[in-house]
């Protein structure tokens, strides 16, 4: 089997190197010439562990290739995947599908065979729709079915969730487009992956709908985390004596400093405008989007009031800058507004990111110097923020962080500090929920 993947991103690396490990033939079009030559040269665009080997093993066996020109990409293959990016459009928060379109005139002018076209980039309701009309009106000659094929996977375990997903989801109307989207996904029938197929629409809204709940999720236990600081109750035992219901579950009730991300930010908000485009407006999914807003751009004041002294002048050491661990992702990072207002106070701010200090230079305040590791970022602070979870944060010990700093205040955003050994260690402990 061949398949070509359109747009050499995220989500279309990650797909075309687990497609290619699945025994598939893949073939990446990728128009940005810089991107494309450093593809090429064996060298991923973004942090994702395991990709670059991933890569590397199935173009030595053959299976993957990187290329400029569409149509040497598509010849031969069954299937076609859009996977090219649909950031927010400005002014709005609507999904911006130039780049869907773009790529699907592109390839259904250059077919010169019967193939099945899939989106897996997220697209509102409606796109696969439309992309079927296209389909029609610009090669009535060939019979191109459209298929949505949306994509679950979490930066930082992309491939682990791609290889091992909870399920795939397949939007078909066809029974030959169903049989190729059920052939390419063949060897998780081995472990009894469920392949849900639906109609074009349900599975586009299947991803919203995914997305928004998690990121509802999170939220929820957000505000509860805040809850907790006011009543002095601790966000964990409510999140665990909620999450031991199964109607609940236990994941994604971890509190933070608010969800970012390239796709919760982007999706619930394009969620919330597809719903009032529709005229069946969804107010929860409003509400997330401004309850996690407000969440980003108060860190600056939750922190400065945790320091509860005038941050001019003071070294303030920021762990984290990414919107999470493992990623190199400052997409909508909660640590840039933090960041920018602790900058605004007059702190001297020392970072450090074990993947994401290249990418956060351009997006923070000149003044922010970077660190080397974060012992060097601690070292002669007055107080630590920990923005992200990484291991290697939560292996700072107590005495290590009380021998480092010249301060004694820690706020800890992300919970990966016991207090009460803190407290011991003479801290002054701010966590998130865990009261003070
Ligand atoms: C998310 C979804 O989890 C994937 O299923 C989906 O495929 C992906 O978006 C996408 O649409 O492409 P991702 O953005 O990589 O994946 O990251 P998550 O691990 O889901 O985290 C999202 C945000 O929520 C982060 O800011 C994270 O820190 C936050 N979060 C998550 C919490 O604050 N608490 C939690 O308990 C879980």
């Known amino acids: 089997m061949k398949i070509a993947i359109i747009g050499g991103g995220y989500v279309g690396l990650v797909s075309a190197a687990c497609f290619a490990e699945f025994g598939v033939e893949v073939m990446v079009a990728e128009t940005d010439p810089v ?15 395991g990709l670059e080997e991933l890569v590397a093993a199935n173009r030595a066996a053959g299976r993957l290739g990187f290329t400029g020109a569409l149509d040497a990409a598509i010849a031969g293959a069954q299937a076609v995947f859009i996977a090219v990016g649909t950031p927010s459009r400005r002014g709005g928060g609507h999904a911006d599908l130039t780049y869907v379109f773009a790529a699907a005139e592109q390839v259904l002018t250059s077919l010169d065979h019967p193939a099945v076209l899939v989106t897996k980039s997220t697209v509102p309701v409606g796109t696969g729709r439309k992309l079927a009309q296209l389909a029609a009106a610009l090669r009535p000659d060939l019979a191109v079915e459209v298929a949505s094929n949306p994509e679950f996977l979490r930066e930082g375990s992309a491939i682990g969730d791609f290889m091992r997903p909870d399920r795939v989801v397949v939007g078909a109307e066809t029974e030959h487009a169903r049989s190729v989207l059920r052939a390419l996904y063949r060897p998780l029938n081995l472990i009894e992956t469920p392949i849900l197929m639906t109609g074009l629409e349900t599975a586009e809204l299947i991803k919203y709908a995914a997305n928004a709940f998690l990121a509802m999720k999170v939220t929820f236990i957000n505000e509860m985390a805040d809850l907790c600081e006011a009543v002095g109750a601790d966000v964990h035992d409510v999140a665990r004596g909620m999450g031991f219901d199964g109607r609940i579950g236990r994941k994604f009730l971890h509190p933070g400093p608010g969800f970012g991300g390239s796709c919760f930010p982007k999706d619930t908000l394009a969620l919330a405008r597809i719903a009032q485009d529709a005229r069946a407006p969804s107010r929860l999914t409003e509400t997330v989007v401004a309850v996690n807003e407000a969440r ?3 860190l600056g004041r939750r922190i400065i009031d945790a320091a ?37 106070a007059g702190a001297h701010i020392v970072a450090y990111d074990p993947a994401a200090m290249e990418a956060a230079k351009p997006l923070l305040p000149a003044s922010v110097r970077y660190a080397a590791s974060a012992p060097e970022a601690i070292k002669g602070a007055e107080l630590l923020v920990v923005m992200t979870e990484w291991n290697e944060f939560r292996a700072l010990a107590p005495a290590r962080l009380a021998a480092a700093m ?29 009261g003070h």
């Open 35 to 49: 991107r494309l030559d450093r593809l090429r040269a064996g060298v991923m665009p973004i942090y994702e562990p």
């Open 296 to 298: 980003k751009a108060g």
């Open 308 to 344: 509860g002294t005038e941050l001019r002048g003071r070294r303030v050491a920021v762990l984290g800058l990414a919107f999470k661990q493992g990623t190199d992702d400052m997409r909508d990072s909660p640590a840039i507004p933090a960041i920018e207002a602790l900058a605004e």
């Open 406 to 434: 010249r301060g004694r205040i820690i706020v800890d955003l992300r919970n990966i500090f016991d207090p009460a050994a803190m407290r011991s260690a003479g801290f002054v402990y701010h966590g998130v929920g865990r």
